[in-house]
């Protein structure tokens, strides 16, 4: 195909990608889920799974191999570019307030998972389909332990914020754990990765290159970059100049989370958390938002689609794994977080709700996989099952958390 038809191709590929995850998103909200569990759904039904089961030829006529590489590069644009968003609105005072209990319900929410991780891959490693042959049972229980215990840090905000909860204690120390929790896991897949490979240089340079980085960001690049944001407030708008600098920044600070060994969200995260607040960071807000959370993230979960094999799933012995898998993981980290929650000193409610928000895992247990499949950890099968596990503990968070949380709302208000 030429330059012509390939850009053609794509730009049917974005519409009907566009279409399918605002068609489901708003399926999503009708039943009182985040819009972004049906997004992530749409990403399913457009691979093998559904759409590639029911109409295969027209299927991969459309998403071609040829594109595969413009739709990876909008879809790691898409979640960096979404963690920027989060870290825009993250409330740095009220997770000073809330780090002894996030670090407390983020331990918990850690240690219960890779224990129950060994458990399992003493099982698992002998079942054909799942991890690679020549894996090791450190590094496959490494790799399950820190799959378990992530947490969707995006989904869980979005969750938060739309569900009025931004700024409070509670949504603080949600999105607090869950930070914690994500670094965590990133940096022991970086050791997975790192000892795989055949040495441990990775993981230390993630460790301390990390670390240095964060600290960095954390303490030094506010105050660097708030003349950006007196112009802003002085003048009321962003000048192109200044907003394509924002840009090359938050691509600096992806590719320096990716040398060293992290994953480039936590980049643009730490950027967002570093930005001046005020009309800098709304003016950022509105004009990054829109085509970020309709165009970008999408391509996301499509490509994450594409590799998702449902079919695969279809035996009784893989179908019983992923059961079993699932259950383990929603006990191991809702549970762990609860209890954790409620020895830091929240009430019963609270607690539950923080037990909830933790246990959703969606975008960045897709990334986690995807990484995992790329660089020869898991198979195929696995890769499915940890989709499924994306989705129903996303799916699972909202409900429960209402069952839980706003009925204490409603009895405070009688």
Partial sequence: MNTIELIFAFSLQLLIIIIASQVMGYLAKFIGQPKVV???????????????????????????????????????????????????????????????????VSLAGMLAPFAVAMLLCIWLMDVPGLFTENISFSHASLFMGAAIAITAFPMLARIVYERGLAGTALGTLALAAGAI??????????????????????????????????????????????????????????????????????????????????????????????MPRGQLTDILTSRLHTITLVILLPMFFTYSGLKTELTLL???????????????????????????????????????AIGALMNARGLMELIIINIALQHGIIEQGLFSIMVVMAIVTTFMATPIFELVYARKHIKGRE
Avoid at 74 to 86: E, K, R
Avoid at 187 to 213: E, R, T
Avoid at 322 to 327: A, K, V, Y
């Fill in 38 to 104: 049906g997004e992530m759904i749409a990403g399913v039904i457009l691979g093998p799974s559904l759409l590639g089961f029911i109409w295969p030829q027209w299927q991969q006529s459309v998403f071609i191999e040829q594109t595969q590489s413009w739709l990876y590069l909008g879809a790691q644009l898409g979640v960096g570019l979404y963690m920027f968003l989060v870290g825009l609105e993250f409330n740095t005072d009220l997770f000073k307030n809330q780090l002894k209990s996030a670090i407390s």
């Fill in 181 to 274: 929790d994500d670094a965590a896991a990133w940096f022991i897949l970086a050791i997975v990765l790192g000892s795989y490979g055949g040495g441990v240089l990775l993981a230390l340079k993630a460790l301390f290159g990390g670390g240095l980085y964060a600290y960095i960001m954390l303490t030094k690049a506010t105050m660097w970059l708030q003349p950006l944001a007196n112009n802003a407030q002085i003048t009321g708008k962003l000048s192109h100049g200044t907003f394509v600098f924002i840009l090359i920044l938050f691509g600096l600070s992806a590719y320096a989370m990716e040398w060293v060994g992290l994953h480039a969200v936590f980049g643009g995260f730490l950027l967002g958390v570093a």
């Fill in 314 to 352: 279809a035996s009784w012995d893989l179908l019983g794994i992923t059961l079993l898998i699932l259950l383990a993981s929603i006990l191991a980290k809702g549970l762990a977080c609860w209890a954790a929650a409620r020895l830091s000193g929240a009430d019963n409610p609270t607690a539950m």
